[in-house]
């Protein structure tokens, strides 16, 4: 897994959020697919890599439109959201990412798991 990582940052992340596929060198391509880059926030949270994990998530957050609202892709080198408007599953996968870097389930909130 940790290898599946590391390729995928070295070979499909572009102005810090990920594709899905590498870029065509001769045409136009797809932009960064913003539901992997919530998933790569939560890779690396998951390896620990609490920083990265944030980092990578302030970075998606950074391409919402003026009201919080999510494209299925981001062009990085036009800076705007492109693809399905409003997708729905990117706005699943900041709330996924976003209750993953906030704390183990059962410890939000202050409080513990009681039966």
């Not at 391509?29 to 998951?46: H, I, N, P, V």
């Not at 009201?67 to 705007?80: D, K, M, S, T």
């Not at 709330?95 to 993953?100: E, G």
Request: positive net charge; proline residues 3%; aromatic residues 6%.
């Amino acid at each position: 897994m940790a290898s599946t990582i590391a390729t995928i940052e070295r070979e499909l992340v572009e102005g810090g959020l990920v594709r899905r596929k590498k870029a065509n060198a001769d045409g136009p391509s797809e932009g960064a697919f913003l539901a992997c880059s919530c998933w790569m926030a939560e890779c690396r949270k998951l390896q620990g890599r609490d920083r990265e994990a944030r980092e990578q998530f302030e970075r998606l957050l950074a391409v919402a439109n003026d009201l919080g609202l999510f494209a299925e892709e981001y062009n990085v080198p036009a800076r705007n959201l492109a693809g399905n408007f409003p997708q729905a599953l990117t706005h699943l996968s900041v709330v996924n990412a976003a209750l993953a870097l906030s704390g183990p389930t059962l410890r939000r909130g202050g409080k513990g798991f009681r039966e």
